[in-house]
T-cell receptor, first 114, second 110 residues
Framework: EAQVTQNPRYLITVTGKKLTVTCSQNMNHEYMSWYRQDPGLGLRQIYYSMNVEVTDKGDVPEGYKVSRKEKRNFPLILESPSPNQTSLYFC?????????????FGSGTRLTVV | EDQVTQSPEALRLQEGESSSLNCSYTVSGLRGLFWYRQDPGKGPEFLFTLYSAGEEKEKERLKATLTKKESFLHITAPKPEDSATYLCAVLFGYGQNFVFGPGTRLSVLP
């Protein structure tokens, strides 16, 4: 089945403890993105990647890192999480930049930082 | 400032009662306007891409239209399974700069 897989689905962590949220897609898509979704603010883009080793900032990149060493994987790294990074995170992938067929989203990772 | 707004914030319809959702945008260099559907606890699901003013797309009971400043998602004779949050997004400028609207939460009552 074609899908974007995120892990973990739920995560509770403490301030300052480094964490990684993994994202993997099995559709051979070139483009991948990370979003956070907060009530009243909608989906906001954190980082995106247009190919292996090609990444760029979205609207809210502060406090996050990404890497794209393989086409299928696009992990999101929080080096020193803070409570304001508590949110619902989505990874997404697409072919041809999502223009024709949109992005395929994962099921989300709910992160709580205490 | 590049911005996407949606109205209404929430909409309750009786089954069979047609209506429209609005997405207004102010961006330069629009490359595409997208509609997604999001069910509770799930990621958004792609519905349509619209590229230029005057364009229309249809899928089952949904029809999306685009003008130079806004898009409408028309829902004809909705069913309870159409209940979801509908998101619009715009792609503009260079790269993959997507901006999403806050969404319209649609409830269709049987």
């Amino acid at each position: 089945e074609a899908q974007v897989t995120q892990n973990p689905r739920y995560l509770i962590t403490v301030t300052g403890k480094k964490l990684t949220v993994t994202c993997s897609q099995n559709m051979n898509h070139e483009y991948m993105s990370w979003y956070r979704q907060d009530p009243g603010l909608g989906l906001r883009q954190i980082y995106y990647s247009m190919n292996v080793e090609v990444t760029d900032k979205g609207d809210v990149p502060e406090g996050y890192k990404v890497s794209r060493k393989e086409k299928r994987n696009f992990p999101l790294i929080l080096e020193s999480p803070s409570p304001n990074q508590t949110s619902l995170y989505f990874c997404a992938s697409s072919n041809k930049g999502g223009i024709h067929y949109g992005y395929t989203f994962g099921s989300g990772t709910r992160l709580t930082v205490v | 400032e590049d911005q996407v707004t949606q109205s209404p914030e929430a909409l309750r319809l009786q089954e069979g009662e047609s209506s429209s959702l609005n997405c207004s945008y102010t961006v330069s260099g629009l490359r595409g306007l997208f509609w997604y559907r999001q069910d509770p606890g799930k990621g958004p699901e792609f519905l349509f891409t619209l590229y230029s003013a005057g364009e229309e797309k249809e899928k089952e009971r949904l029809k999306a239209t685009l003008t130079k400043k806004e898009s409408f998602l028309h829902i004809t004779a909705p069913k309870p399974e159409d209940s979801a949050t509908y998101l619009c997004a715009v792609l503009f400028g260079y790269g993959q700069n997507f901006v999403f609207g806050p969404g319209t939460r649609l409830s269709v009552l049987p």
